[in-house]
């Protein structure tokens, strides 16, 4: 009792912030976040299903996408009655998305999706990445035009807000449509949208995803005028 509430802070801290550097892709806060749990765990064993929730986190931020999804799966399913269970989902719709496995993060995420309300969607520290796995799925499976009209009502919903990590994620995720599609145009204005959402938080990881898109998109420009210069040579042969 003269404790109080301070051991349940203590002890849902890590995971709290497991879950934010999960969505901001910090490899760094995940593993101490792990470290943490699996500390606690030792002594709380109600806390191992988190821990194994973290390491899949872990690992897929380190690419090592196979053990990550072994984690949690089959017999170590995170349990559904526990809270994190949708997001658990769609961090493992993305790991399957990156290993361009996108009928299988499809389903994930739209048997996920019918256990949320439409009020449980407003809460999109948790569930926004379902919605944005499932347009990279859908994209993937060469329905981009779907994607697109996903996440024009997503950005209609959640623009009032104005939360700068929903909106900075919304855009990435348009841009990624877009390259999809090679459009190039469409691409740029989403990285600009994303940056002006993004880069005043200062959180390290959200503008490194800014770069590496600002990057990819200079490469293929620059692939791009290559190709160009290489046939204007060649037809004046």
């Known amino acids: 009792i003269q404790l109080g509430n301070a051991w349940q802070i203590e002890t849902w801290t890590p995971a709290d912030f497991a879950k934010l550097a999960s969505r901001t892709d910090d490899v760094l806060r995940l593993k101490r976040s792990l470290q943490e749990l699996e500390r606690m765990a030792n002594d709380i064993p109600s806390l191992l299903p988190q821990c194994r ?3 899949a986190a872990y690992l897929a931020g380190r690419k ?13 399913a995170y349990p559904q ?15 399957h ?12 995420c739209n048997k996920a999706l019918a256990r949320l309300s439409e009020q449980d969607l407003d809460y999109t520290d948790m569930n926004l990445i379902l919605q944005t796995q499932l347009m990279a ?14 996440l024009q009502a997503l950005l209609t919903r959640h623009l009032p807000h104005r939360g700068p990590i929903t ?21 740029r204005e989403h990285l600009r949208q994303m940056e002006l959402w993004l880069r005043p938080t200062g959180i390290a990881p959200l503008i490194g995803r800014i770069d590496a898109l600002s990057r990819t998109l200079r490469v293929l420009e620059s692939s791009e005028r290559q190709a160009l210069q290489r046939e204007l040579a060649t037809s004046q042969l």
């Open 53 to 55: 929730m973290v390491r």
């Open 64 to 76: 090592r996408y196979p053990e990550s999804i072994a984690l949690i799966t089959g017999d170590n």
């Open 81 to 95: 009655e526990l809270v994190g269970w949708s997001y658990v989902q769609g961090s493992l719709a993305r790991t």
């Open 97 to 108: 998305n990156q290993l361009g496995a996108y009928q299988s993060a499809l389903e994930l």
């Open 137 to 150: 799925a859908v994209t993937g499976l060469g329905r981009a035009p779907e994607a697109k009209q996903r």
């Open 167 to 187: 909106l900075g994620l919304l855009y990435e995720a348009g841009a990624q449509i877009a390259l999809l599609e090679d459009d190039r145009v469409s691409a």
